[in-house]
């Protein structure tokens, strides 16, 4: 008995060797020079194959993990309890991220979305201290103009880092988003950036270039 409270013991420590390494500051700052447009990164030590994958009837992609899958209704109520439900949300059951879309009504069209993240961050701030908003920033394609919003959010148990990002689809607004919790933000702060970067809206014929997410299940959206 003594033998295998021994093991489980020498078990235990080192289990908990490899997570203090999985999140030391030295094993993230190694990470931290791989870039998501290479495809195969680590993440805490995780591996992790990004690759550009379409979202919203293959009209708009952005860089995202392979094994993303879309959640289900249900899993989208029961992680926003709140309102305001994405579309669509992406995730894995390893990494602490997700992103997603909301393809709203609102009607502006694209020479005015550089200000568009404006009126977002005054509804953002009359929400009090639970919002803090880190940055804005905006650049612009060919076609297009797309804004964002750096910004931190609390719930009653985390905070919440979250990259909200802006555009114009046929006259209407896209809100999409890239978000973790704030407890992992050294690792993941440069993985969102860089997806945001990724983001664009495709014009026809490159849609087929493009690999799409899929359902929970394997089956493509």
Not at 71 to 92: C, F, H, Q, T
Not at 128 to 139: F, N, Q, T
Request: glycine fraction near 6%.
């Amino acid at each position: 008995m003594g033998q295998m409270d021994e093991e489980l013991l020498r078990r235990r420590e080192q289990i908990e060797e490899f997570e203090r390494e999985r999140f030391s500051e030295e094993t993230i700052e190694k990470e931290k020079e791989q870039s998501i447009f290479d495809g195969n990164i680590m993440v805490n030590m995780v591996p992790v194959t990004f690759a550009e994958r379409t979202f919203l009837d293959g009209r708009a992609s952005i860089w995202m993990p392979e094994d993303f899958t879309e959640l289900s209704p249900r899993e989208i109520a029961m992680s926003y309890p709140l309102g305001n439900k994405p579309d669509k949300v992406y995730s894995n059951s390893c990494l602490d991220l997700a992103t997603g879309y909301m393809y709203t009504q609102h009607e502006v069209p694209d020479e005015y979305m550089g200000d568009f993240p404006k009126v977002v961050k005054i509804a953002l701030e009359r929400m009090g201290p639970k919002v803090r908003i880190l940055s804005e920033d905006m650049r612009r394609t060919q076609k297009h103009t797309i804004s964002s919003i750096e910004m931190i959010s609390h719930t009653i148990t985390e905070a919440v880092y979250n990259v909200m990002y802006f555009a114009s689809l046929d006259g209407r607004v896209l809100m999409g988003f890239i978000n973790f919790n704030y407890e992992n933000v050294e690792r993941y702060r440069s993985i969102a950036q860089e997806m945001l970067a990724s983001f664009r809206i495709l014009d026809a014929g490159e849609q087929d270039n493009v690999q799409q997410p899929e359902q929970a299940g394997g089956q493509p959206l």
